[in-house]
């Protein structure tokens, strides 16, 4: 089993930065592709940024393109995402994400951090 819990959300003007931290726990991570997935007020859930464990591949959605950069850090067991020039179509509650490299649905998922950008 692998345990994550998410930090760092909170109010920010459009524009600005946060950065998102989700701490994992359980697990050894050396095969796990990690990702952060959001929910917007009235949308589905869509997939925002993944990384690989071991390597640090990394791929984004295209909304976030060149404002979000996803990162890890194996000392620490802990995935970042650093969001930059956040806009209010960002507001959104975060979600902390793993799965195994070999599969394809994320089974390990936090309990969220919720993001608001104002205008």
């Known amino acids: 089993q692998v345990q994550l819990v998410e930090s760092g959300g909170g109010l920010v003007q459009a524009g600005g930065s946060l950065r998102l931290s989700c701490a994992a726990s359980?697990?050894?991570?050396?095969?796990?592709?990690m990702a952060w997935f959001r929910r917007a007020p009235g949308k589905e859930r869509e997939f925002v940024a993944a990384?690989?464990?071991?390597?640090?591949?990394?791929y984004g959605a295209d909304s976030v393109k060149g404002r979000f950069t996803i990162s890890r850090d194996n000392a620490k067991n802990t995935v970042n995402l650093q969001m930059n020039s956040l806009k209010p179509e960002d507001t959104a509650d975060y979600y902390c994400?793993?799965?195994?490299?070999?599969?394809?649905?994320?089974?390990?998922w936090g309990q969220g951090t919720q993001v608001t950008v104002s205008s």
């Open positions: 990384i690989t464990w071991t390597g640090g591949s990394t």
């Open positions: 359980g697990r050894t991570l050396s095969n796990y592709v």
């Open positions: 994400a793993a799965r195994r490299i070999y599969l394809d649905r994320y089974n390990y």
